[in-house]
């Protein structure tokens, strides 16, 4: 399974940004998928995951309220919206496909991942 996330960019505080994963093989649409990000310095830490069917989805306290997260089964792509940014969420941004079909908020639950897109918000 190959990921290619897209979707990154500089945005202002307050503003919107609509990150897109794209999965090149259609057996990864039996799998939960998840985004992560990586601030400089930080550890990876993750942001959402949705279930295979997208009828189940789990946030960060972070994201709540802010990102959601979207899969379209029939393209095998996995969107996550996210609005009201802040500074903090200044990172690179992973997709990822889980081992099982659920939401999976750990990353040690995921098998591959996609090579990050980096948001970038200025205050």
């Known amino acids: 399974v190959q990921l290619q996330a897209s979707g990154g960019g500089l945005v202002q505080a307050g503003g919107s940004l609509r990150l897109s994963c794209a999965a090149s093989?259609?057996?990864?649409?039996?799998?939960?998928m998840g985004w992560f990000r990586q601030a400089p310095g930080k550890e990876r830490e993750f942001v959402a995951a949705?279930?295979?069917?997208?009828?189940?989805?789990v946030y960060a306290d972070s994201a709540k309220g802010r990102f959601t997260i979207n899969r379209d089964r029939t393209r095998n792509t996995v969107t996550l919206q996210m609005n009201s940014l802040k500074p903090e969420d200044t990172a690179i941004y992973y997709c990822a496909s889980a081992r099982s079909s659920g939401v999976v908020p750990r990353a040690n639950g995921y098998a591959y991942w996609g090579q990050g897109t980096l948001v970038t918000v200025s205050s």
């Open positions: 949705i279930s295979w069917n997208g009828g189940s989805t």
């Open positions: 093989k259609r057996t990864s649409s039996n799998n939960g």
